[in-house]
């Protein structure tokens, strides 16, 4: 067997190098050793022994041959790129959460920067409108949202002075996972307003966009007259 790579959380994954076979070995017991039950699973079978790295939480698997794999939280291989000429050498993890791979040969290389799959996250409804509510109260609705992408995804709101979102501006959301949030309207002036609800990456990139519409009211006061004229009025009458 051969260490391939190991993991900030404290997981190790192992490869045979003979049967091709990769393991995931994790102290559930911190004895030290792998010997205990659901300690020590098959997780793939590789056409050959990988270069390996964790990043973003997942292990990224390089193999000679010129494919690049992904085993995800839910231990799923899934082929991410290929076609890597002559040979595909080895990976590395760059700034801002970007994984390059380096091909070529003995004599001769070139360094790739891999994109990752745009995260698609929806939003329903996909526009709120919290209707007219008295300034300095408040009015509720939830919004839901889906991630529809298969890598998890980071969102951080930029939230306007009267929009307040219950769970807090940042969320996390695991491949498929759908949470539904409680929004809070409070005007802090009369008449209209009307916003956008960005949702963007750790990083800064856009990613989901929500408008939003609602009606501050407050009493309101007019006079019929700028001002009145009594006349000429005898003292006491």
Known sequence: PALIEG??????????????ELFKAEDLDQDGQFTSPGELRRVALLPER???????????LALAGGRIYRLGGDEQLEELASGFAPALLDLAAGPE????????DAYSGRLLRLSPPAPQVEAWPSRLDFGPQRVGLYSSRQLML???????????????????????PALRLEPGETRTLDLSFTPVARGNWADTLFWRSPGGAALLQVPLAGQGLAPELSLSAAALDFGAVPVGG
């Open 7 to 20: 993991t900030p959380e404290g997981l190790l994954f192992i490869a045979l190098v003979q049967s091709r």
């Open 97 to 104: 959460g970007v994984l390059y791979a380096l091909e070529g």
């Open 50 to 60: 990988p270069v390996a790295l964790s990043f973003g939480g997942e292990l990224y």
């Open 146 to 168: 889906r991630n529809r992408s298969t890598l998890p995804v980071e969102l951080v709101a930029a939230q306007d002075s009267a929009l307040r979102i219950a769970q807090g």
